[in-house]
């Protein structure tokens, strides 16, 4: 998968990962904890809580990548204009929806207060929360950064699923490639 | 009136190109606008949120997790070798080898794409150099890694089991058997097409490479036995199961077999990374769908029509099954599930019907959506590796998508095939 803005790829490729081992380590501790006969309270809440952390900051990852699911084939089987025309449209729904996320997502943190997690005390419900707007604002930075070349793919009549499968046999020849050269 | 609008829209959206995960959170915005106003939004942010904290989903990054472990670690390469020193000497070994193989590598890097792609870029040239017709072993490939989704584990049947509250361990034990008849299927039919067109043999039966395969696989066989073991007897949760799969992949991969590739291991949990979060936030925005649906009872009401239409159970699963194979043909897996599931599942519950069968009907249905053009990546990775024509090796897919069918159309009126072992087990 080809990535649009760089260093918001690498910082977001750091965050989801540290979050993915951590969970991966909650969750083994959380199965150690129970069989010693002292169950961890806070495994479940802070097991979930990582989850969705991951999907919001990978949800930006994936938006920096262009890879989310969609269906393009309308798109593409349009003449040069209707393509335009289209691809203008889709960013303006794109924008509204993570716009009105941004500002729902803020305005719920207030709501909260000093409410904190139910098993983990000194952790606020708006910090849990907030990744939500944050995610949101990235994924409205990489889908403006990228826009100019997802352009010239619109206008060149490249779609997304085509680019993918392209890349990802690219990808596996030239691991086969490696191993041959090593043998 | 207003509800079957929203859809609409949602629909609407998805065919001019809005990523699908935004489309449903626009109209779901939309929806509680109506609802509610601008109080809506701040409802729709909080289920948003907490649409993506589902425990049982976090068994999805881990087994993703797992599986990158596995396919850098050197575990992968000797499952291949062992099922190639298995297999290999029937008539159209090739082809068998590459059922086996699919069995072992269904959707483990939580892409179909990517796998069809490591898995076909092997496979699918040395079938080419072996005499195979390249249409035929991009359908074969195709459809082989499709059947995998019914193998545990299983991406659908966590997705299916986390959003309909359904057992996700009884989803795993009652895929076995459904799927091992379509790879015994599977196979058979390869048997056929070796027979008819004179496909060659391997390599002889050699009990010492086998043994020698078979002791260098040894430790990459105790992977499934403590995944499954663990589950199926209760130990540990789907989740749970998963973690000690990433323990153990990770164990082996540094201590056993000592390949563990750094640089593509990062790429590989990047990659997995991206995949898990496509499919969550799906999950997530589809809550706030739901939350919609649910005020409008919109699925309660769908249900009753149907109902009033008929309560024949399997006329019903007739129509739900041809709906899902239509919906498979322009919508993505992941997709189709997270959309079909909160609207059928009243009906499901309505009739009796029972939610495991329900579970790997519809994952069943995902499987055959992944053969059926236009919207098929898994069959138009194949082809793009085999240089074929994507209608073209549809038509030569025919016969493996007719064992699909036949499956699907098993485990509709047979209870029995998905139910005997979870009966038997819980």
């Known amino acids: 998968m080809r990535s649009f803005v760089r260093p918001l790829d690498v910082f977001l490729q750091v965050v989801t990962l540290t979050i993915l081992i951590a969970l991966a380590i909650v969750v083994l501790m959380g199965i150690a904890f129970r069989y010693s006969g002292n169950s961890l309270i806070w495994y479940d809440?802070?097991?979930?809580?990582?989850?969705?952390?991951?999907?919001?900051?990978?949800?930006?990852?994936?938006?920096?990548?262009?890879?989310?699911?969609?269906?393009?084939?309308?798109?593409?089987?349009?003449?040069?204009?209707?393509?335009?025309?289209?691809?203008?449209?889709?960013?303006?729904?794109?924008?509204?929806?993570?716009?009105?996320?941004?500002?729902?997502?803020?305005?719920?943190?207030?709501?909260?207060?000093?409410?904190?997690?139910?098993?983990?005390?000194?952790?606020?419900?708006?910090?849990v929360q907030g990744v939500l707007p944050v995610a949101a604002v990235l994924m409205?930075?990489?889908?403006?950064?990228?826009?100019?070349?997802?352009?010239?793919?619109?206008?060149?009549?490249?779609?997304?699923?085509?680019?993918?499968?392209?890349?990802?046999?690219?990808?596996?020849?030239?691991?086969?490639?490696?191993k041959e050269d090593l043998k | 009136m207003t509800e079957a609008l929203v859809l609409l829209s949602m629909f609407v959206m998805i065919g001019i190109g809005v990523p699908i995960a935004l489309s449903i959170?626009?109209?779901?915005?939309?929806?509680?606008?109506?609802?509610?106003?601008?109080?809506?939004?701040?409802?729709?942010?909080?289920?948003?949120?907490?649409?993506?904290?589902?425990?049982?989903?976090?068994?999805?990054?881990?087994?993703?997790?797992?599986?990158?472990?596995?396919?850098?670690?050197?575990?992968?390469?000797?499952?291949?070798?062992?099922?190639?020193?298995?297999?290999?000497?029937?008539?159209?070994?090739?082809?068998?080898?590459?059922?086996?193989?699919?069995?072992?590598?269904?959707?483990?890097?939580?892409?179909?794409?990517?796998?069809?792609a490591a898995t076909g870029s092997v496979l699918i040239p040395a079938m080419k150099k072996k005499g195979y017709k390249p249409r035929f072993a991009a359908a074969l490939t195709s459809s082989t890694a499709s059947l995998a989704i019914i193998i545990p584990p299983s991406i659908p049947m966590i997705l299916y089991g986390a959003l309909s509250g359904t057992s996700i361990v009884q989803l795993f034990v009652a895929g076995i058997i459904p799927g091992l008849l379509g790879a015994i299927l599977l196979m058979?039919?390869?048997?056929?097409?070796?027979?008819?067109?004179?496909l060659p043999r391997e390599e002889g039966f050699d009990l010492c490479r086998l043994w020698h395969a078979t002791r260098e696989a040894s430790w990459a066989m105790i992977l499934p036995v403590v995944i499954l073991g663990g589950i199926f007897g209760g130990f540990v949760t789907a989740t749970e199961g998963a973690a000690l799969a990433v323990i153990t992949a990770l164990f082996i991969g540094v201590f056993i077999y000592r390949e563990i590739d750094l640089p593509k291991l990062y790429h590989a949990l990047v990659d997995g990374v991206v995949q898990t979060s496509i499919v969550m936030l799906l999950v997530a925005?589809?809550?706030?769908?739901?939350?919609?649906?649910?005020?409008?009872?919109?699925?309660?009401?769908?249900?009753?029509?149907?109902?009033?239409?008929?309560?024949?159970?399997?006329?019903?699963?007739?129509?739900?099954?041809?709906?899902?194979?239509?919906?498979?043909?322009?919508?993505h897996g992941a997709a189709a599930i997270i959309l079909t599931v909160p609207i059928f599942m009243p009906l499901v519950n309505q009739l009796g019907i029972d939610p495991v069968q329900f579970g790997i009907l519809l994952t069943l249905n995902i499987a055959l959506g992944q053969q059926t053009p236009p919207v098929a990546s898994v069959l138009v990775t194949a082809c793009s590796i085999a240089k074929t024509d994507v209608w073209a090796t549809t038509r030569t897919n025919l016969p493996f998508i007719a064992v699909l069918v036949l499956v699907l159309l098993l485990v509709t009126y047979v209870p029995a095939i998905s139910l005997t072992l979870v009966n038997l087990f819980y």
């Open chain 1, 140 to 178: 409205m930075l990489a889908r403006g950064l990228s826009m100019p070349e997802r352009l010239s793919f619109v206008r060149e009549g490249r779609d997304p699923e085509a680019r993918e499968i392209e890349e990802e046999i690219a990808r596996a020849r030239a691991e086969l490639a490696t």
């Open chain 2, 25 to 116: 959170m626009a109209s779901a915005l939309i929806g509680v606008w109506l609802l509610n106003g601008s109080l809506g939004f701040l409802n729709a942010a909080l289920s948003v949120f907490d649409g993506a904290t589902k425990f049982p989903l976090i068994a999805i990054p881990l087994f993703v997790l797992a599986g990158a472990l596995m396919n850098t670690g050197g575990i992968s390469t000797r499952l291949i070798a062992f099922v190639s020193a298995l297999v290999g000497f029937v008539r159209g070994g090739l082809a068998m080898v590459n059922v086996g193989v699919s069995l072992f590598f269904a959707e483990i890097s939580g892409s179909a794409v990517a796998d069809v």
């Open chain 2, 285 to 331: 925005t589809s809550a706030v769908l739901g939350l919609y649906l649910t005020e409008t009872e919109m699925p309660q009401k769908l249900a009753a029509s149907i109902t009033d239409l008929t309560t024949n159970k399997l006329a019903v699963l007739m129509i739900i099954n041809i709906f899902l194979l239509l919906v498979g043909m322009v919508l």
């Open chain 1, 45 to 127: 809440e802070v097991a979930a809580v990582l989850l969705a952390w991951i999907t919001f900051f990978g949800a930006a990852l994936a938006m920096n990548r262009d890879a989310h699911m969609g269906f393009n084939g309308l798109l593409y089987a349009l003449p040069l204009k209707g393509r335009l025309a289209l691809f203008a449209i889709v960013e303006c729904i794109v924008f509204a929806v993570l716009a009105i996320t941004v500002w729902a997502g803020w305005h719920i943190l207030e709501l909260f207060g000093d409410d904190t997690m139910t098993s983990v005390r000194w952790m606020p419900r708006a910090v």
């Open chain 2, 188 to 198: 058979a039919m390869c048997y056929y097409f070796a027979v008819r067109y004179n």
